[in-house]
């Protein structure tokens, strides 16, 4: 059985830091590509970062100098740090794993900040 498992969220002021968390059990999690989305109240779920089997890495306009995508396939888990977290960053963040063939969504993390 596949799951992902989240965690990290919760609320901040402008400014400050999150580190979120993706674990992935029964899968082999360093065939996966991953990509981080978020999506907040009334909007649609958006990329905000991505990173391949092999590392290479983008992010979403948004995010850059701000967020850092991470993984480590030994221990089956992906993390994106977020500085600096503005309001716009609140949102229920969502991991998602993908290879050729197969997709996993991951629970979701809900992220505020807020003053």
């Known amino acids: 059985q596949v799951q992902l498992v989240e965690s990290g969220g919760g609320s901040v002021q402008p400014g400050g830091s999150l580190r979120l968390s993706c674990v992935a059990s029964?899968?082999?999690?360093?065939?996966?590509?991953m990509i981080w989305y978020r999506q907040a109240p009334g909007e649609e779920r958006e990329s905000v970062a991505s990173?391949?089997?092999?590392?290479?890495?983008k992010y979403a306009d948004s995010v850059k100098g701000r967020f850092t995508i991470s993984r480590d396939n030994a221990k089956s888990a992906g993390y994106l740090q977020m500085n600096d977290l503005k309001p716009e960053d609140t949102g229920v963040y969502y991991c998602?794993?993908?290879?050729?063939?197969?997709?996993?969504w991951g629970q979701g993390t809900q992220v505020t900040v807020s003053s």
């Open positions: 990173i391949t089997t092999f590392g290479p890495i």
């Open positions: 998602y794993l993908l290879d050729l063939v197969r997709s996993y």
């Open positions: 029964g899968i082999e999690f360093a065939r996966y590509a």
